[in-house]
């Protein structure tokens, strides 16, 4: 792969049958579930950067501007976004490529295909991406998982939930496509975030990205401070709701259309047995209760 918008930081790395896991922020993901997941991997797998996209060409930073640290009127750091491509290995030794970063703004023609053709010479033999959006779900059941991929046979591999639906798509879509046409499968793997909490973190939701990951592809990562954010953040919620007849009542429905399976409700549609008044007074109070425990 040779183009003037990426950058080696170093040689090629030598690889056995990788798999990419894609992780681009700025597009779908409630609770930042994804990005959560994705750092994770990272940090498991002790994955090192090895290329870089050109910032200038993918990246808008009227919309993305960099943070600038100041300390009492000192300019100390200003923090760029970049789009970085690194290799580490999972929890059994397999070698991993992660894609991570901002998802690109512009040129995701010329970006797409620099990451088809990375995939080739890498030999990778699987990509997964990951995400999440807000469902009328419980927090306290597990979060679900569904899939998306230009492949029956993917398809037909992982019993993960199928929507029928026409959404916007992201640069991830557009990624399972380019690798789908050069041969290599392809899926996306999503997470239902509890509605009253999709504007906060939700580990429960990441630590399912990771399983599925591990369902999907094979790859195991540890994640242990994800894992055990799961178990506190489900004790604070349970104290919250249950000093709260209201909000008792609506998690109460929520778990009973979860058991019925019912995995087509959606928070605007669902209709008004739900109470989403309620939902909506809740995710205020979660935010409100949280910010006072930590």
Same mark, same amino acid.
């Not at 940090?43 to 910032?55: H, N, R, S, V, Y």
């Not at 306290?140 to 993917?154: E, F, G, I, K, W």
């Not at 894992?227 to 909000?247: C, F, K, M, S």
């Not at 995995?263 to 008044?277: F, I, K, T």
């Given at each position: ?9 170093? #040689? ?6 990788? /798999?990419?896991?894609v ?31 050109? @910032?200038?060409?993918?990246? @808008? ?25 690194s ?10 490529? /992660? ?5 690109? @703004? ?12 990375l ?16 469902f ?5 059941r ?5 899939? #998306? ?16 639906? @026409? ?5 991830? #879509? ?24 999709? #504007?906060?973190?939700?580990?429960s ?19 242990a ?5 799961v ?17 008792e ?36 109070? /979660? ?8």
């Amino acid at each position: 792969m040779e183009d003037a918008s990426a950058r080696w930081l170093g #040689s090629r790395p030598e690889l056995t049958d990788p /798999v990419l896991l894609v992780g681009l922020s700025g597009w779908i993901d409630a609770s930042g579930a994804a990005k959560a997941a994705i750092e994770a991997v990272v940090a498991d797998a002790e994955a090192t950067p090895f290329l870089e996209f050109d @910032d200038d060409t993918y990246v @808008d930073f009227r919309a993305r501007r960099p943070t600038m640290e100041l300390r009492e009127g000192l300019h100390s750091v200003l923090h760029w976004e970049r789009i970085l491509v690194s290799a580490g290995t999972d929890q059994t030794g397999q070698d991993v490529i /992660v894609l991570h970063g901002p998802e690109p @703004d512009m040129a995701w023609h010329r970006f797409t295909r620099l990451v088809g053709e990375l995939a080739v010479e890498l030999g990778v033999r699987r990509m997964a991406h990951l995400g999440a959006y807000p469902f009328a779900v419980p927090h306290t059941r597990p979060a679900r998982l569904s899939m #998306s991929s230009p492949s029956q046979d993917v398809l037909s591999q992982v019993p993960f939930l199928r929507s029928t639906i @026409d959404v916007p798509g992201g640069a991830a #879509s557009a990624l399972e496509r380019e690798l789908h046409e050069r041969g290599i499968p392809t899926l996306g793997i999503w997470a239902q975030v509890p509605h009253y909490i999709s #504007s906060m973190p939700y580990p429960s939701a990441s630590v399912a990205l990771l399983d599925g990951v591990r369902e999907a592809t094979g790859l195991v990562f540890e994640a242990a401070e994800l894992r055990a954010e799961v178990i506190t953040q489900g004790r604070r919620l349970d104290q919250l709701v249950a000093n709260n007849p209201e909000h008792e009542s609506m998690l109460h429905q929520l778990e009973q259309l979860y058991d019925a399976g019912d995995d087509v409700a959606d928070v605007e549609n669902a209709g008004p047995s739900l109470e989403y008044r309620s939902g909506d007074e809740l995710a205020a109070e /979660v935010e409100k209760f949280l910010r006072d425990q930590d």
